[in-house]
Each structure stands twice: as C-alpha cells, then as structure tokens.
C-alpha cells in the first residue's frame, strides 16, 4: 500500500510531473529506488505507526463508547436500539481514532511529497523533530 500511496500523493502534489500511476511508479523507482529512505516505501514507518495507533484507539473506544451509550439509553432502549447505538459508538471510537492518525498522516505525506532541494527527512523521527521544533504541535 504504501507504494501506491507514495505515487498518489506525488501526483496530487505535481500535477503534470506524471502521467499516470504507472508512470508514477516508473519514475519514483528510476530517481529514488525502491528504499524506506526516500524509495517507493518512503512513509512506511508513519504509516506503520498511525494506522497502529488508530486500530488500538477505534477497538478501545469503541467498547468503551458502546458501555457508556448502553449505560446513558438504558438496557432496555440500549437492547431495542443496538444497531443505532453500535453504530453510534463506532462512528464516535472512528472519530477519536482519526484524530490519534492526524499527526502520523501529516509526517507521512510531508516525507512523501517534499521536494528534493527541501532536504525534508526520510526518517520519522527526525521528520517528526523537526516539524516540532519548527511548527510546535499545530504543525502536527
């Protein structure tokens, strides 16, 4: 995934640089190789994380929102109305799980479309130091 995402977001930040995925995939392979460190899997490590932290984050809060709504509607309502509080509580764990990807996705995307000439980091963690010294944590 993270290859076609890296091509993805390379087309949507140079429009007219590619002429399509393929193309895509053909020049990024060709200049940058096919590496973590600025190859085809540059982003993997924040893609890794973040979609890590989100799938813990939507499993935890969506039984926790699920308790909580059961709780606030009654078992009786709660048990006639389960598929509108199950999805309540899904749509509510989604939410607070997006926010915990937000910050991974922001480095993820700045690594994958940064310019050459920008010297942005291949590495998550110095992207990530660096996004934070520069910006504090609204650049996250």
Excluded at 69 to 83: F, S
């Amino acid at each position: 995934i993270t290859p076609l995402d890296l091509v993805k977001c390379n087309i949507q930040a140079n429009p007219g640089k590619y002429k399509g995925i393929f193309d895509g995939f053909v020049q990024i392979k060709k200049s940058k190789g096919f590496g973590t460190k600025g190859g085809l899997y540059l982003g993997f490590v924040p893609t890794l994380y973040g979609y890590s932290c989100q799938g813990m984050g939507k499993f935890g809060c969506y039984e926790f929102f699920k308790d909580l709504y059961t709780k606030l509607a009654g078992e009786k309502t709660a048990h006639q109305y389960r598929t509108t509080l199950y999805l309540c509580a899904s749509a509510s764990a989604e939410f607070l799980a997006d926010i915990l990807l937000c910050p991974f996705e922001s480095i993820k995307v700045r690594m994958q479309t940064s310019p050459a000439e920008a010297n942005f980091p291949s590495e998550f963690n110095v992207a990530y130091n660096q996004i934070k010294k520069a910006e504090g944590w609204n650049g996250l």
